[in-house]
């Protein structure tokens, strides 16, 4: 019960890593407010996890949406800003419109989330603050040909989240942010990604082997880290980047 009396928002909370985020959370303690665009799946999950867990639709690229979940009363202890897209494509592949999409959903939402999650959880009980965990990636340390734009936007949420922790402890408002990088993980986004690609088995393959730990992760194991950094026992942690990448930064 690690997160007992916290309040949770996890954004993207009803698949793939957000899913077994909310589920763990749920199991440590928190209330888990499910933050998605998936209205059928994020109330499904909400009704089977119970009174613990609720539904709120949310597009992180409307700042709309955003004031309504989070100006609306609730008080938040932790924010997961976890949705975003991988959109595969070079430099000489990728449009414009793809691009900027990609921006849009995982470097625009995240901005809009740590803007109105800092208004919120400064609000707080003096001392309580909140934690802030952004969803980078691997691809956010380390290029990789086929992803510019992911590359690109993974390394944005990197350094941002970097300024969000400095701006909050220079503030005074007992705020953490923290970023984490996971390496390949098995959710539904990975067979999206293969699905754009002509040759999905080699792809996997090489995703495979670029890790020293033999394997590509899963979702529980990111979950476990998100756990720690929404404690309070990562109360001396923010501004830091956790990889949970099977040693393939090294």
């Not at 899913?19 to 209330?31: I, S």
């Not at 409307?62 to 100006?71: F, M, N, P």
Request: one cysteine or more; hydrophobic letters at 40%.
């Amino acid at each position: 019960m690690r997160l007992e009396g916290k309040t949770a928002l996890i954004t993207g909370g009803s698949s793939g890593l957000g899913n077994a985020m909310t589920r763990r959370f749920v199991a440590e303690g928190a209330t888990v407010i499910i933050g998605d665009i998936d209205a059928e799946n994020g109330q499904a999950l909400a009704r089977e996890l119970g009174n613990k867990a609720s539904f709120e639709l949310l597009d992180v690229t409307q700042e709309d949406h955003w004031k309504r979940v989070l100006e609306g009363g609730v008080q938040i202890d932790i924010l997961v800003n976890n949705a975003g897209i991988t959109t595969y494509g070079s430099i000489e592949d990728l449009t414009l419109e793809q691009f900027r999409h990609e921006f849009e959903v995982d470097v625009v939402g995240v901005f809009l989330g740590c803007k109105y999650a800092v208004a919120n959880m400064k609000a707080n009980p003096a001392g309580t603050g909140g934690s802030i965990i952004n969803m980078s990636s691997l691809a956010g340390v380390r290029a990789n040909a086929g992803l510019t734009a992911y590359n690109g936007a993974k390394a944005a949420v990197t350094h941002m989240t970097k300024s969000v922790a400095l701006h909050c402890a220079a503030s005074g408002y007992g705020i953490r942010c923290n970023s984490i990088h996971p390496g390949v993980i098995h959710t539904p986004i990975l067979d999206k990604v293969l699905a754009q690609v002509p040759n999905p088995d080699e792809v996997y393959a090489g995703w495979v082997e670029v890790h020293p730990i033999g394997r590509i992760g899963k979702p529980e194991e990111i979950a476990a880290m998100a756990v720690y950094l929404a404690s309070d026992e990562a109360g001396f942690t923010t501004g830091a980047e956790f990889r949970v990448d099977g040693g393939s930064s090294m």
